[in-house]
């Protein structure tokens, strides 16, 4: 049985990788800048990372990528952040590295980290939601990660929230996604309308900290909003927990009141009462470990 896989993280400004065992610790580990002007360019950051990491006993190779994934050809379809779109990304590394290599979105990645080690530990249905400039996620259903018809999982930040709301742009052509409504860049753009223009999210959550209550009404309805979610999927998946980790969780103290009663309202008895909604344990690393996972999955 392989022991250690590589994991690599691949984010919209940098790549964080590092040799993965199967208790999910961090053997080694090497970060550098995501190059996305050019696809050359990123696959040579690549070869130099695997270089440096790959050494006796490595085996495999696993990818999250912040990318939609046909997981039948393992074809990147859809990059908004990476020059990787179009590209047949399985084969390219599998050849490159002579190893098994696996790939899986970033949502994904993060939720089998946070279910095998972190916050979802011991349960059988779970939901992870990645709240950062958007919104990442991933589910465990019935003690496996579900990966759906063609493996790009589960993505939750583009569920419908607000029929007819703000467009989201990129790849997607839909409106009033769940990461419009109810992400950082959500806060962004509240932050404009209350405090002008150039102000962030993280301004947003400073002022409503100390004692603008526009600011704390704007943040509070946010968390509504993610309550609405959270009512949805508890609705639909019925799961025993829901973790929630990202960068905009970090402001949990403001929202997640506002969040947990939207959600009671939302949900339907016995989920409502049952689900419990905690945060994410690994941080930043959940994607790299996850990475690592699904390197492990593939050997
Ligand atoms: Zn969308």
């Not at 939901?127 to 991933?138: E, F, K, P, R, S």
Request: aromatic share 4%; charged share 25%.
């Amino acid at each position: 049985m392989v022991e250690r896989a590589i994991g690599i993280d691949v984010g919209g400004t940098k790549i964080a990788a590092g040799v993965v065992d199967r208790d999910g610790r961090i053997l080694r580990r090497v970060e550098q800048p995501t190059p996305t002007e050019s696809r050359d360019e990123f696959l040579g950051v690549l070869d130099e990372i695997v270089d440096e990491l790959r050494g006796d006993g490595i085996e495999a190779i696993g990818f999250g990528l912040p990318s939609t994934i046909d997981q039948r050809t393992g074809r990147v379809v859809g990059s908004v952040h990476v020059p990787l779109e179009d590209f047949d990304f399985r084969d390219h590394a599998a050849e490159r590295f002579s190893v098994p290599v696996a790939l899986d979105n970033d949502g994904n990645a993060a939720c089998i980290a946070e279910w095998k080690i972190g916050a979802g530990r011991g349960s059988n249905h779970m939901v992870m939601l990645t709240l950062g400039t958007g919104i990442g996620g991933g589910l465990i259903l019935d003690g496996k990660p579900y990966r759906g018809s063609v493996g790009a999982g589960a993505e939750i930040g583009h569920m419908v929230l607000e029929y007819g709301g703000e467009p989201c742009g990129g790849n997607c052509t839909g409106h009033g996604h769940f990461e419009q409504v109810s992400s950082g860049r959500a806060a962004d753009r509240k932050a404009v309308e209350l405090l002008g223009p150039g102000a962030t999210g993280r301004e947003l959550v400073g002022e409503a900290r100390a004692g603008n209550e526009a600011a704390l009404g704007a943040v509070r309805e946010i968390g509504k909003r993610l309550g609405a979610a959270l009512g949805s999927l508890v609705n639909v998946f019925n799961p025993e927990v829901i973790v929630i980790g990202g960068g905009f969780s970090q402001a949990r103290d403001l929202f997640l009141e506002p969040a947990l009663e939207t959600m009671k309202v939302e949900a339907l008895p016995p989920g409502r009462d049952l689900v419990r909604v905690v945060p994410a344990l690994l941080g930043p690393d959940a994607g790299l470990v996850g990475a690592g996972f699904v390197g492990l999955e593939a050997a």
